[in-house]
Each structure stands twice: as structure tokens, then as C-alpha cells.
């Protein structure tokens, strides 16, 4: 019995004994750790919040306006030497008539910029696009009013002139193969276009103060050409 009560007082004293070192280990540990080389507790790296996802942004003529407005501010030499255009803004006012075109209701038209890509959608009469001998297989399974979203970069090419390079055309989540892009991107009336020209890409006309574009953070950056 006096065995049991013996073994169980060493317990408690052990415990207690736990309970004071963790509390004191700031005073004694760092002594320890020196004298045994242990090596220092690695740090803990702060939380990172991820980037805001981007938006979705209206192509409306008060965006076109904003961009137009945006980009003539690179006119001054003394000014800035590049700007901020929001996605939405800026394809509404480069895109506009190929918008008007490609999307027949563009009131309900969107875009984003993500990943150096510009993204515009809409809804589309699928025969405005393509023929069924065009399409297809795929006839059978895209007709009437459909979602289409349309991906490219942009580049300029020479001053005043630009190109939106479509690289995937997707009704939700079905992809248009290559061929078909460049077929239904060809068949566009767009002014500019040359035989030289690739078969996917869509020629735009911009000031000439514009030097180049960049994606970042969902906007457009646009900088200007310095003399």
C-alpha cells in the first residue's frame, strides 16, 4: 500500500515539476539549447492572404470612354508613362466593333484580365460564328443562343497597330479546336486585316503613344511611347 501511495506521489511531483518547466522554459531552454548545439527553432513564416480573384467586368460605352480618357493622358511628354485601364474598360474601347460583331446582344458582354490573357464573353447566336459544315461534329451539339468565351493576348506590333491573338474560344466548358478558331476569327470583318497576318489574330488600331501592354493584378497597363 505504502508502495502504491509512494509511486503515486512521484507522479504528482513529476507533473507539477512538467508544469513549472514549460512555463520557465523561456528562462532555462535558450541555456540548454546553447549547450547541447541544438540548432534555433525555424521561424514561422506570416500568413500570406491569396490575391483577390478577378472580375468580371461590363463592357459598357461609359468604360470605352474612361479608357479613351485613360489613354490620352500618355499624350502629355511630362506626364506619366503609363496607365491603369480596367479589363472591362479597355475592351470596350479596343474591341468594341469586333465585340458588336462577334457578339450580336454585346450589352450582356464581359471581360477580365488574368494570367497575360484578356477574357470577353457573351451570348452568341452559334450560326453567326460558323456553319454547320464548319463546325462539324460539333454541330449537332452547339446551336442557337450559347455562352461563348473568347481568350487571347494582346501585342503591339508597329505604332498604331495591335493585335488580339485568340488563342481558345469555349462554350462552357467545350473547347474549340485550333482550326475552327482560326476559321471562325478569319471570317471576321475587321478593318486592318492583312494576308500576313495570323489566321487567329484580330487587328486593332491604337494611338500612337501607346508603346506596349502588360497584364497585372486584373488591369491593363498601358505605357506609352517615350521620344
Known amino acids: 500500500m505504502f508502495g502504491c ?7 504528482l511531483l513529476l507533473a507539477a515539476c512538467a508544469v513549472v518547466g514549460w512555463f520557465t522554459r523561456d528562462s532555462w531552454y535558450p541555456q540548454v539549447r546553447k549547450r547541447l548545439h541544438l540548432p534555433a527553432p525555424a521561424a514561422v513564416a506570416p500568413a500570406v492572404s491569396a490575391p483577390a ?13 474612361r479608357a479613351r480618357e485613360a489613354i490620352g493622358t500618355l499624350q502629355n511628354r511630362s506626364g506619366r508613362v503609363y496607365v491603369d485601364v480596367a479589363a472591362g474598360d479597355f475592351a470596350a474601347y479596343a474591341l468594341g466593333p469586333v465585340v458588336r460583331e462577334l457578339i450580336k446582344d454585346s450589352t450582356g458582354a464581359a471581360a477580365l484580365a488574368r494570367d497575360e490573357r484578356l ?92 508603346a506596349d501592354l502588360r497584364i497585372a493584378k486584373g488591369h491593363l497597363v498601358l505605357y506609352k511611347s517615350v521620344p
Open 53 to 65: 480573384p478577378a472580375k468580371w467586368e461590363p463592357l459598357t460605352p461609359e468604360g470605352a470612354a
Open 119 to 210: 477574357y470577353v464573353r457573351g451570348m452568341v447566336n452559334v450560326a453567326d460564328l460558323a456553319d454547320a459544315t464548319a463546325l462539324g461534329p460539333l454541330a449537332t451539339m452547339l446551336n442557337g443562343r450559347q455562352e461563348v468565351t473568347v481568350r487571347g493576348r494582346l501585342e503591339v506590333i508597329a505604332t498604331g497597330r495591335a493585335e488580339f491573338i485568340v488563342d481558345e474560344i469555349a462554350f462552357k466548358e467545350l473547347q474549340l479546336p485550333s482550326a475552327l478558331i482560326d476559321k471562325i476569327v478569319s471570317r471576321l470583318q475587321v478593318k486592318g486585316r492583312t494576308p500576313a497576318m495570323p489566321r487567329n489574330a484580330i487587328p486593332l488600331t491604337i494611338p500612337r503613344e501607346l
Open 5 to 11: 501511495i509512494w509511486r503515486i506521489g512521484c507522479l
